[in-house]
């Protein structure tokens, strides 16, 4: 006999997504920091938050907007930070032959 894993009622689901829904437009609507790399997912009211913020009080933020958010009984902030960028050391360029010459009439 095959059971579906998922096995919330129709309503819990469209609550879920509701909430879902709700969090997102929550971490858009932040007017300090942008959530663009934050992904939100919902299971009975269970908001799991993943992706990359730049800092520790990004993950923070986005995990009290979504604890915040009518219908959610917990969040699970699973939020990583983006790896530091080290910058590159510049390498000269090679000089390149000009194609064009700008003294011909």
């Given at each position: 006999?095959?059971?579906?894993?998922?096995?919330?009622?129709?309503?819990?689901?469209?609550?879920?997504?509701?909430?879902?829904?709700?969090?997102?437009?929550?971490l858009?609507?932040?007017?300090?920091?942008?959530?663009?790399?934050?992904?939100?997912?919902?299971?009975?009211?269970?908001?799991?938050?993943?992706?990359?913020?730049?800092?520790?009080?990004?993950?923070?933020?986005?995990?009290?907007l979504?604890?915040?958010?009518?219908?959610?009984?917990?969040?699970?902030?699973?939020?990583?930070?983006?790896?530091a960028?080290?910058?590159?050391?510049?390498?000269?360029?090679?000089?390149?032959?000009?194609?064009?010459?700008?003294?011909?009439?």
């Open positions: 006999m095959h059971h579906s894993q998922d096995e919330r009622s129709t309503g819990r689901v469209v609550e879920d997504t509701r909430i879902t829904a709700d969090v997102r437009d929550n858009r609507k932040e007017p300090i920091y942008k959530f663009s790399d934050v992904h939100v997912q919902t299971f009975n009211g269970v908001v799991r938050l993943s992706g990359f913020v730049n800092s520790e009080d990004q993950k923070r933020r986005a995990g009290k979504a604890q915040q958010t009518p219908g959610v009984t917990q969040v699970m902030n699973n939020i990583s930070m983006k790896p960028v080290t910058p590159t050391p510049q390498v000269p360029a090679t000089p390149t032959a000009r194609t064009n010459n700008l003294n011909q009439p």
